[in-house]
């Protein structure tokens, strides 16, 4: 078996590969981190070319000589780094993954500590960009961003969104990625029982190209958030989230109602013809449907729960297949 797998996604970085390799492999090669190893240590890397159009693939090509470790997938065209990442995990066969971008902001040197960590007892171990070298249009957005997830997801990390990650195998065969999701891995994981830490790292400026991710990733990105959020925290849970709402809803529209009725009565306002009372009804109406929904949502996810759908940690005395078939 393949001690690690290093996994990289990468999307137009010509100019940035023969220094990552060259930066990768002595890392790879280096003592201190066979020494996180218990067997003999191998390794591989897979390059995710995510539709590159500069001419990466060749790139890669060219420095696949000498180096039977270095794998490549190639995209048709592009997918995104969360399905790159994807199909780099369904090929990968350490016992420990790493992930990290091909720009040479991630520092390979830090594979080792990563790998260290996760010895330490954990699932995932994320990088945290502690000091971030990056222009303020991309560190304030995501400042607000890991503000928010912090807020929203209860998991009390500074960076959700490093490209640096050490992932053991359960974990990497456990994520199903897709969309923008890459950004809420430690969400999805923590979610799924896994045990999620973080350490810094070191993180370096853009050397050749520019970012990938601009503002038009932001709308897919938000609505990956919401789904994120909406699968790990209300699914389960979907009479709380409708419940909370159709009750708001239901209330706003009651108090409307008895506003207009004591207008009415005390003093002699005309209930008809006026726009509040049509808000009233409204309100009343979509209270009882949210609230109809979510109590329907409730039912069919408690059958649901009934069939599985569990994480369960494999055991030595369980056959594999017993687990992955309650896990699925
Ligand atoms: N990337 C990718 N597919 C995409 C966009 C980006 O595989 O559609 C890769 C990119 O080549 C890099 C990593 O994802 O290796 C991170 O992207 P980038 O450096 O642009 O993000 P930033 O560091 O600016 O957040
Ligand atoms: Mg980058």
């Known amino acids: 078996m393949t001690s690690l797998s290093v996994i990289v996604p990468l999307y137009n970085e010509r100019e940035s590969l023969p220094e990552l390799c060259a930066q990768l492999f002595a890392a790879l090669n280096s003592p201190d981190l066979a020494r996180c190893f218990d067997a003999p240590f191998s390794f591989e890397v897979i390059m995710v070319d995510d539709g590159s159009t500069d001419g990466s693939d060749k790139v890669i090509g060219e420095l696949m000589t000498g180096r039977p470790e270095l794998k490549l997938i190639s995209f048709r065209r592009n997918y995104g780094k969360t399905e790159a990442l994807s199909a780099g995990l369904r090929v990968a066969s350490g016992e420990v993954v790493v992930t990290m971008d091909a720009d040479l902001q991630d520092d390979p040197q830090e594979i080792a500590a990563l790998v260290m960590k996760l010895n330490e007892g954990f699932d995932l171990v994320s990088g945290w960009k502690r000091e971030r070298n990056d222009p303020l249009s991309k560190t304030m957005p995501s400042k607000l961003f890991n503000l928010t997830t912090r807020i929203f997801s209860g998991i009390q990390l500074h960076d959700f969104n490093c490209g640096l990650k050490a992932f053991n195998r359960e974990l990497a065969d456990s994520l199903d990625l897709h969309g923008e999701m890459h950004r809420y891995i430690p969400v999805l994981a923590k979610w799924k029982g896994f045990r999620v830490t973080e350490i810094p790292v070191r993180h370096h400026a853009r050397k050749f190209g520019t970012s990938k991710f601009g503002v038009s990733r932001f ?104 687990i992955d078939k309650l896990n699925e």
């Open 219 to 322: 709308l897919p990105g938000l609505f990956d958030f919401l789904s994120v959020m909406f699968i790990t925290r209300y699914l389960r849970r979907p009479m709380h989230f409708f419940g909370m709402m159709g009750l708001g809803s239901f209330l706003a529209g009651l108090s409307i109602g008895l506003y207009v009725t004591i207008e009415k009565y005390f003093f002699n306002q005309p209930a008809g013809n006026r726009p509040i009372l049509f808000l009233g009804i409204l309100l009343i109406i979509l209270g009882v449907q949210f609230f109809s929904t979510g109590l329907l949502g409730e039912m069919l996810s408690s059958r649901q729960s009934q069939h599985g759908g569990w994480s369960i940690r494999k055991t030595a005395n369980l056959p594999d297949t017993i």
